[in-house]
T-cell receptor, first 114, second 112 residues
Framework: DSGVTQTPKHLITATGQRVTLRCSPR?????VYWYQQSLDQGLQFLIQYYNGEERAKGNILERFSAQQFPDLHSELNLSSLELGDSALYFC?????????????FGQGTRLTVV | GNSVTQMEGPVTLSEEAFLTINCTYTATGYPSLFWYVQYPGEGLQLLLKATKADDKGSNKGFEATYRKETTSFHLEKGSVQVSDSAVYFC???????????FGGGTRVLVKP
């Protein structure tokens, strides 16, 4: 158990809809990272938050947004969903200090858009 | 930009065979290097890491050495088990608190 909790584990929704994925980081971790894993794109970094502030942005679509709340949990909002958004979405958290990044991953949310 | 390239799979082996998964990276400076493993239906788990040149990371019989001169971090295990069947990801991070950049993953299947 990594200590990172993601909900829900599975989500099936229709095209055009909006969903929210939730992530609770490990106790004490201030950084939250979101990744998308699809068969054709591999593991793609979407966005990072650190202590409530956006810190880095990757290949995140404009239809997607995220935030980190004062209690450090994070939500990833996906809107106007398309079939191609079907993927496994991972959240990871990392410590606030250290010489390097060591990210701990949740089990992911599998999103299926039909 | 930073990138990681690893050998494509799937790699199919018999139990007790020797496993090597090649990983090379492109990055300026001195990134930290990682191997993550994803077992079926699960999230990614950190397998091992190395933070400077010539460091060797090791865990569960797996090893990888940070080679600055060849910008490589190849994963090896001397005798694989069926339970090692998984997808293995090589990754790098440029600095503390920075995002991880992953390779494409290598699926390994170990047959009894």
């Amino acid at each position: 158990d990594s200590g990172v909790t993601q909900t829900p584990k599975h989500l099936i929704t229709a095209t055009g809809q909006r969903v929210t994925l939730r992530c609770s980081p490990r106790s004490g971790d201030l950084s939250v990272y979101w990744y998308q894993q699809s068969l054709d794109q591999g593991l793609q970094f979407l966005i990072q938050y650190y202590n409530g502030e956006e810190r880095a942005k990757g290949n995140i679509l404009e239809r997607f947004s995220a935030q980190q709340f004062p209690d450090l949990h994070s939500e990833l909002n996906l809107s106007s969903l398309e079939l191609g958004d079907s993927a496994l979405y991972f959240c990871a958290s990392g410590p606030k200090t250290g010489l390097f990044t060591e990210a701990f991953f949740g089990q992911g949310t599998r999103l299926t858009v039909v | 930009g930073n990138s990681v390239t690893q050998m494509e799979g799937p790699v199919t082996l018999s139990e007790e065979a020797f496993l090597t998964i090649n990983c090379t990276y492109t990055a300026t400076g001195y990134p930290s290097l990682f191997w993550y493993v994803q077992y079926p239906g699960e999230g990614l788990q950190l397998l091992l890491k190395a933070t400077k040149a010539d460091d060797k990371g090791s865990n569960k019989g797996f090893e990888a050495t940070y080679r600055k001169e060849t910008t490589s971090f190849h994963l090896e295990k001397g005798s694989v088990q069926v339970s090692d069947s998984a997808v293995y990801f090589c990754a790098l991070s440029k600095a503390a608190g920075n995002k991880l950049t992953f390779g494409g993953g290598t699926r390994v299947l170990v047959k009894p």
